[in-house]
């Protein structure tokens, strides 16, 4: 089989970091092999994200500096493949090929596990391939085991959404819900296990929707899935992400007191503090409800770190509806958030709405909603310093002789330590906190640290 290389560009969340690592896996069979220059690539993916702003115009602008690169291979004699994925692919798989018709492969998430097959007809074919569709078929049935290596890893176990929330292409890009059945989530984890993981993150676009075939029939929620996860030997942590408030039913609240290896950090996306704003998000909650979910969580897990997500200038929002979110916040004190400025998205409801909120207004409520995250995520901090805890370590640090590792609210940190504590979990003192990590003292004695085969 002929060597080739391949350079995968990710853009957007972590279920598209996982649906690269897979578009690498299935095509190492055709004797692809990672390669981190594009200029040296036979085939480059660009996997797209449509959450980014102006996301469509960011992709032809790097199409244009990839089309350079596959001219001059092809003025070397070589051929460059050069594919569109993920959901700028699905959302605008036409217009791709309109204004940019040197790109050879243009498919949508559903469709990874036909990627040997477009690539076969890609370099066959004289014109581009695209596939777009949702299938009918489940793609992880065909995609062979992850190649992962490493102490953590993702694994995905829901597709797609229901919801509908007015500013959020998702559910058009990526389809209706879809659980993968327990028995092939839990035979990925034990692969990932096996070859090195010992922390899984579940994913999902709304991952506590999951509801997948049990092994002996029935349907599994995702509590009973995490804790036939958590008694997998070898499993050290587990985490879950992207959550919606309306879908943390009381098994999986009670999950996060029984369970220990189901860390005590949660992201729980509210976007805004405004019942008005929530209702024309169509967020089918209030801010009510979500306080009283947090206090309900904190009950079952008094040490639990909270993130959110927050979008600040959704159309028709107002100085008191954006005084709203200042007060949720306030009442909850997050470890860690993600804000953004509203964005119109095509073909989303909130993008028709006249009563758009100004640049210079979304500009002014972001700085003064992320100076109030930034100091509630110091005061976490810097509440650490002084403290032993649990460090998962997952590689060398910034400087010689350091280890790095996470916390179990997912904070970087740094220590000088042994290399051979990679993969292993050990006390750390933490004795300083930076704005976006902690450093501190390896504390473990031997027969402390969970050190792993
Ligand atoms: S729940 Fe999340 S993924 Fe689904 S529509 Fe709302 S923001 Fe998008």
């Given at each position: 089989m002929t060597p080739r290389r391949l350079h995968v560009i990710t853009w957007g969340c972590q279920m598209n970091v996982y649906d690269s690592a897979r578009m690498t896996d299935v095509l190492a069979p055709l004797g692809y092999a990672p390669t981190a220059r594009p200029e040296d690539a036979d085939m480059v993916i660009l996997n797209t994200c449509h959450i980014r702003d102006r996301a469509a115009e960011k992709v032809f602008s790097e199409l244009g500096r990839l089309r350079r690169l596959k001219v001059a291979r092809a003025e070397q004699g070589g051929r460059m493949i050069l594919a569109v994925a993920g959901c700028v692919a699905q959302a605008e798989g036409a217009e791709i090929l309109a204004r940019a018709p040197y790109v050879d492969v243009v498919l949508g998430p559903q469709s990874y596990h036909r990627l040997p097959e477009l690539v076969a007809r890609a370099a066959r074919a004289a014109g581009a391939v695209i596939d777009t569709e949702f299938p009918v078929e489940a793609k992880f049935d065909f995609l062979p085991p992850p190649g992962h290596t490493g102490p953590t890893a993702f694994l995905t176990i829901q597709e797609g959404c229901d919801k509908f929330c007015s500013f959020c292409v998702v559910p058009y890009t990526r389809g209706a819900?879809?659980?993968?059945?327990?028995?092939a989530v839990l035979a990925e984890a034990r692969h990932l296990l096996a070859r090195g993981a010992r922390e899984i993150t579940l994913l999902g676009q709304n991952v506590n929707a999951w509801a997948g075939a049990a092994p002996g029939g029935g349907t599994w929620r995702l509590a009973d899935l995490l804790a036939a996860l958590a008694a997998l030997p070898g499993l050290l942590r587990l985490r879950y992400t992207t959550s919606h408030p309306r879908d943390m039913d009381d098994r999986l609240i009670a999950a996060?007191?029984?369970?220990?290896?189901?860390m005590p950090f949660l992201h729980l996306p509210v976007q805004s503090g405004s019942d008005r704003v929530l209702a024309t998000m169509n967020r089918r909650h209030s801010a009510a409800d979500y306080l009283r979910l947090i206090e309900r969580l904190r009950a079952a897990r008094p040490d639990l770190a909270l993130s959110s997500?927050?979008?600040?200038?959704?159309?028709?929002?107002?100085?008191?509806?954006?005084?709203?979110?200042?007060?949720?916040v306030r009442?909850?004190?997050?470890?860690?958030?993600?804000?953004?400025k509203y964005s119109p998205r095509p073909g989303t409801p909130a993008a028709?709405?006249?009563?758009?909120?100004?640049?210079?207004?979304?500009?002014?409520?972001l700085a003064e909603l992320q100076t109030l995250l930034r100091a509630q995520q110091a005061a976490f901090s810097a509440a650490c310093v002084g403290r032993?805890?649990?460090?998962?370590?997952t590689g060398p640090g910034r400087h010689p002789g350091q280890i790095a590792?996470?916390?179990?609210a997912l904070q970087p940190v740094h220590v000088g330590g042994p290399t051979h504590l990679i993969g292993a979990e050990a006390a750390v003192k933490i004795t300083a906190a930076?704005?976006?990590?902690?450093?501190?003292?390896l504390v473990a004695t031997p027969e402390k640290e969970r050190a792993c085969a």
């Open positions: 819900e879809a659980s993968r059945p327990a028995a996060h007191r029984d369970i220990p290896a189901l997500d927050f979008i600040v200038g959704h159309p028709g929002e107002t100085a008191a509806d954006f005084a709203a979110t200042l007060a949720l009442a909850v004190g997050f470890a860690q958030a993600y804000s953004f028709a709405v006249p009563a758009q909120v100004s640049e210079a207004e979304k500009d002014a409520r032993v805890l649990p460090v998962l370590f590792g996470r916390s179990p930076h704005p976006n990590s902690l450093s501190g003292t």
